[in-house]
Structure formats: C-alpha cells, structure tokens
C-alpha cells in the first residue's frame, strides 16, 4: 500500500481548500457548549408552525439576556421519506433533473419534513414576554438523555425578512471538471470528478491530507464454484442533487457497478449527509432472494488507505488495546486482526476519527481490518456472512466522525455511543 502521488484533481482540490471555509460560531457556554451533531426534529413535531412558508420562520436562542438568531435549515423529505433537493450539480445531465423528487407541499413546514439546528447554538430559556413581537412562536426544549441536561430554543413566524444568521457550520463548493469539496471549521473532504463516492481528500485543521485511497473489496463464490470480484475500480459515480445548508450539506451521489466488461449497473442512488464534524453515508440494502446456493463466502471491505501517519495509532471497539501505526506489523497487531468492530478510532497528535456502521443486518458480522506495513497504513471494516441474508430490505449507515485534537479513550466512546442516543426535543406553543 505505497502512497500514491497527489492526483492532479486533489492537488486542485487542496489549493480550493484553501480558499473555501465555513465561518465558525461563537463558543457557545451553556450545557451542549461542544456538541456540533445537528438536532434533528421532524415537521409532525410542530403544531402552529406546521405549514407554514419556510421563508417565515426564524430560530432564536438566548445570549447573554437576548434573543438572537441561530443557524437552522428546513430539508424538505416526501410522504415515502426520499429528498427533495434543491440544486442540481453543475455537471448533470438533463436526467438528474428529471429524476428529482418534488415535496408534496414545496416550501411549507410539512410533517415530513426535517428542522435542523446544532445543540452548541442553543441558549437560556425566557418567558413569553420575550416573543410578543412573534405572530407564533414555539419552544424547542433540548435534553441530553445521558445527562439530563437542557438548553432552548424559538421557533417563531415573522412577515418579511425574518431574522437569520449569517454562521454557516458548512460549506459545499462543487467544481466542474475540478471536483466536490465540503468545508467546515474542523476539516475539509474531497472527491476527484468522475468518483462522487469515494474521497480522495481528508484534513483536519491545517493539517496534510491523511487520504492515500479508500479501497473498497467486494468478494464472492458464485455457486460455490465461481470467483467474483470488484473493487473501488470497478465503480462509476458522480454528483447528482444536493442541498448545501448552513448546517448540513446533503450530496446525492449515483453509482453504478462494472457488471461484465464494459457493462454497467443502473445508478443507484444515495445519500451522505455532510456536518461539521461529521459525514453519514446512508444506504439501502435491497436482498430480492435468500443468496445462500448463489453466493457464497462472501466478504466486503472497506478500507481506509492513508499516507504516512507514523506517530498514529487505532483501536476497536470491542478491544482496548491501542495498535501503534509505525510501519510494522507486530504480533499484538495480528492478534487484532479480525475482532468484532462497531466502531474503530483513529488518533493521531492533532486529530482524531472514529468509523462506526449502524442497520447492519444481523446475518452480517463487522471486524476490524487493519493493515500496518512499510508500503503504508490502513483502517477500515470487513464484513462476512453475506451469505446468510434472508430476504428483504435494509438501511445501512457508515459515519465517521472527525475531532481537531487527541481525545481520551472514554470520550472516543461517548461520540460514538451519541450517534444511537440522540437529544430528546420537546415542543411547546409559546403563542
């Protein structure tokens, strides 16, 4: 796994990144002071908001005595859960916009719909002599589970020019010819035209690019007699719609699979969802038929390939023993090899990344894969029993989650461990 030279498209991606930023917010100083995973409330939440022209709304927490505006989004989702995106990527074809699905009540605050905001914005509670000036307003009560702690916010309608920030915790700047690029405060990632899927750019700060290239392996029997492969190679992708918001930026990617020589699979669509420390790579799992007398050994992995990082070290979840990245393979690292992974950590002395996957179905066993040598590093997941599937549908997610410094093992956990144990919001009309 030798590093390879920049490409020219991540040598252009760098000088843009560069360039792009996103604005970072004040320090907030109440209870959820660091945490920057967005809230996420659906429109059936609401009650005298609900349908209501998304231009009118403004979100508002209390600062220092006084109500000011936070940053928020309104994604808009259909009645069956698809996106409506927004924007169209700049280099797509006449059939991307053909295929973007419409909201069934296009700018209203529907019940479908998703309210996104960061717990790190939100601020004191206030009475209701504070949102007089309002036509409505509600009261968005924020809890951590874990902790009981709580912070506020106020979702109030306005005529025109509603009150709104102008903090951006991300930023998207897709590039023809040039490349997609996401920016926020913490780190900045990357993909080369013509591979939407996989990233050919992380840094984190001012840092170098930690990406040498994520490979990708898919492998199989077929009828227990035939070798199948694939790889990162064999895939085909490019943007299609997206939503760039202030608080998370929502890529729609189309991949294809190299089927037989030349031939390709039809695009299949999926959705990462891009926040400022944060990237959720959703997708689903559709198994029309038990596989089992058709495929048979069948693994996949996913691996993240990364330049010289000597002075780093990972971990997994299920094991507590730190694996040391120097460029050898020890027999503490053989042993390694293979155990049972939710999440794995990468840590280095001015950054960390955890991995995690959530949905797997239960047929599937996920453990860590690591490779240490003097060609180079990676980290990933590898996943068996594909075999054993039963038929049906299933939503899979991988998350990866990206810290500007160092972090003790405990703090590593509870980041992955939030991602299965959201802030609890409760609503109350104010007026």
Not at 28 to 57: D, K, M, S
Not at 229 to 237: A, F, N, T, V
Not at 256 to 280: A, K
Not at 401 to 412: K, N, S, Y
């Amino acid at each position: 796994m030798r590093p390879r030279a920049l490409l020219p498209g991540t040598v252009l991606l760098l000088a843009l990144g560069v360039m792009v930023g996103a604005r970072a917010a004040a320090p907030g100083t109440g209870p959820f002071a660091g945490a920057w995973e967005p809230v996420v409330l659906r429109g059936a939440a609401v009650t005298v908001h609900r349908n209501r022209p998304v231009a009118a709304l403004a979100l508002l927490a209390a600062r220092d005595g006084a109500l000011a505006p936070i940053p928020f989004q309104v994604d808009e989702r259909t009645r069956a859960g698809g996106w409506c995106l927004e924007s169209a990527s700049p280099s797509a074809g006449a059939a991307d916009g053909r295929r973007a699905q419409g909201d069934e009540s296009p700018g209203l605050l529907d019940a479908d719909d998703e309210l996104a905001f960061m717990p790190a914005d939100l601020g004191a509670r206030v009475g209701a002599a504070a949102l007089a000036a309002y036509a409505a307003a509600e009261e968005l009560t924020v809890t951590d589970p874990r902790t009981g702690e709580t912070a506020w916010a106020y979702l109030v309608s306005t005529g025109a020019s509603p009150p709104r920030s102008a903090v951006r915790h991300v930023r998207f700047q897709p590039q023809p010819g040039l490349g997609d690029l996401v920016a926020t405060p913490v780190f900045r990632i990357g993909f080369v035209p013509g591979n939407a899927v996989v990233p050919s750019l992380l840094t984190v700060g001012n840092g170098d690019n930690l990406l040498d290239q994520l490979h990708m392996r898919i492998h199989a029997r077929l009828l227990g007699v035939l070798p199948i492969s694939r790889d990162e190679s064999d895939l085909r992708s490019h943007l299609g719609r997206y939503t760039a918001g202030p608080v998370r930026v929502l890529r729609e990617v189309l991949t294809s699979v190299r089927l037989v020589g030349s031939l390709h699979s039809p695009d299949i669509p999926n959705v990462s969802i891009h926040t400022r420390d944060s990237v959720v790579l959703s997708f689903r799992l559709d198994v029309p038929f038990p596989p089992a007398g058709v495929a048979q050994d069948a693994t996949f992995t996913a691996l993240a390939g990364l330049r010289p990082v000597r002075g780093w070290r990972a971990r997994a979840s299920s094991d507590p023993r730190w694996l040391s990245i120097d460029g050898r393979t020890d027999e503490v690292e053989a042993s390694a090899q293979r155990v049972g992974a939710v999440w794995v950590a990468l840590q280095g002395p001015d950054a960390a990344v955890v991995l995690a996957h959530r949905g797997l179905p239960p047929e599937l066993t996920a453990a860590l894969e690591y490779v240490d040598t003097a060609e180079g590093a990676g980290v990933g997941f590898g996943v068996t029993g594909a075999q054993h599937l039963l038929r049906g549908s299933f939503s899979v997610q991988i998350l990866a989650h990206v810290l500007d410094g160092p972090r003790p093992a405990d703090e590593l956990l509870a980041v992955a461990a939030a991602w299965d144990r959201p802030l609890h919001v409760e609503v109350r009309t104010v007026r």
